[in-house]
């Protein structure tokens, strides 16, 4: 009983699946192709899913692939908004439209429908032709813009002609050179590459008209554009750069390019930077008008100008790259340190010579027989001991010992008065001295008479104020003489 009923089960099921196998109909190429006749009574949808329907249109095939021939991808931008990224990321983000223009003879369908003017569709429609696989090959990350649908539109013409646009953002590698920061110009580019086809089948060019529009709207907050311009070319394919087919496909691919000239506004580091620093450049020098023995002062001043200009220095380096070559601006920052460390350095030098106790004997009031015994006291004395024994007029020097009090106060200049004040509140100073000639114990080096009688002393003191007086004009002047070179060749080289 049991035998004939499973017997009965298997028998039940085997026709089953023969009913299965009896329904598969063989799909022949010709069998439920869709007729195209009459197609101006079509939907323009129902339309296009006849014209590209499976059985013959095949998107996986180029539209050329039956001449053999290259498509021609004709490509245009236009570009409403670039945002150059911060220095330090070396990038740029583009929105912009990108439009493709290629011909696929499949597609035309003047004679079946010839009141039809135009398919005009989304991503739908995209979906059932052809379309070109390109890439951008120096891009950071990009997308397609738009809502749900995204922002695709491809219209197909009578003759076959397909243009397909579509809204992109995309952001941009742009590997700046910033040598000359921030007076540096940038080229950056924007690299459209086929992907799956070599350039045998698949040519892309530019549109012969304005291939890339700015919207007139466009504005860039920290460059100025300078210049654009657009290149096709090729880009050689090998096992290395592993396109399509990984070296068997070997061969040339079609790339576009379109490159941009920005130049940086320098506006915005001349009032932020450039411009402040000078003013603690400037700052830093009131110190030589400070008397040298003030130390409190002037080390203040030093050490906040230094500070103050360091602050303001590495406010303005944090938004950039940390690249290894050295950048304008960091010429300027190392000048700028450079000049603030000496004004600080002269400082001490000089306190320290006024803390000096021996007068020196000058030959002369110059600035090479005044640093040279400041600098090295000891041996410019034994050297002028030497000069002085064979000038064989060691008398005369020694008959006309007085105090270096007498000496400071005998020039009579403002200074001087100062000088004597000073001297006078440090007992310790008041060594006696031997002088020739009390009235130019201070200044002018150049006009004293050059005879072996010249001899002039001078009180540390008196050195010391002759130090500063010097720097007050040398150090505007060294620093006038930087920025002339600075600036000629940030804006000449
Ligand atoms: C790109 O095009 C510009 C202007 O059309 C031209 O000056 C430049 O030499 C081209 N560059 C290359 C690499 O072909
Ligand atoms: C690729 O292009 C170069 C010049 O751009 C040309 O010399 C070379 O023959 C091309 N290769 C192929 C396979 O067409
Ligand atoms: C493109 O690739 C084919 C092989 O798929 C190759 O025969 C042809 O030479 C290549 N063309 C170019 C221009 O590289």
Known sequence: MFKMYRSILILWFISLNFKNIKCQKPKGPDLDCPSLDKGDSYTQSEFLSRLAHECRYDKLLLPSYQTGDAVDVHASAYIYFIQPAEAHDLNFKFHFLLQLRWTDPRLAY???????????????LRNQVWIPHLYMSNEQSSGLMGTDSKDVLLSIAPDGEVLFSRRLQAVFYCWMNLQKFPFDEQKCSMNLESWKYNS?????????????????DLHLTEYALLDYWTNESFV??????????????????????????LGREVGYYLMDYFIPSMMIVATSWVTFWLQADAAAPRVTLGTSTMLSFITL????????????????????????????FSALVEFAFVNTIWRRKKAVNLKEVSSKYILKNALTP???????QKEMQSDSSPQLSK????SSLRAGGGGGGEGDFNNFLTVHSMPAVSVPTITADEGDTNDQGG???????????????????????????????????????????????
């Not at 549109?207 to 919207?215: A, D, K, N, Y």
């Not at 087919?245 to 379109?258: D, E, R």
């Not at 940390?322 to 010429?331: L, M, R």
Request: a positive charge.
């Open 110 to 124: 003047q004679l079946y429908s010839p009141e039809r003017v135009k398919i005009i569709g989304g991503n739908d």
């Open 200 to 216: 045998s089948s698949l040519r892309l060019m530019w549109e012969e008209e304005t291939p890339v529009r700015l919207s007139p």
């Open 236 to 261: 050689k394919s090998d096992i290395l750069n592993m396109r399509l087919g990984g070296g068997k496909t070997t061969g040339n691919f079609s790339a576009l390019k379109f490159t941009f000239k």
């Open 313 to 340: 220095a590495s406010s303005q380096s944090k938004t950039l790259p940390k690249v290894s070559y050295i950048k304008a601006s960091e010429i300027w920052f190392l000048g700028c340190t450079g000049f603030i």
């Open 378 to 384: 000891k041996l410019a004395r034994k050297e002028l």
């Open 399 to 402: 008959s006309q010992s007085c």
């Open 447 to 493: 006009d004293k008479g050059k005879g072996a009688q010249a001899w002039t002393t001078m009180t540390p003191q008196d050195i010391a104020i002759w130090i500063d007086k010097r720097a007050r004009l040398m150090f505007p002047l060294l620093f006038i003489f930087f920025n002339i070179i600075y600036w000629t060749f940030v804006y000449c080289l």
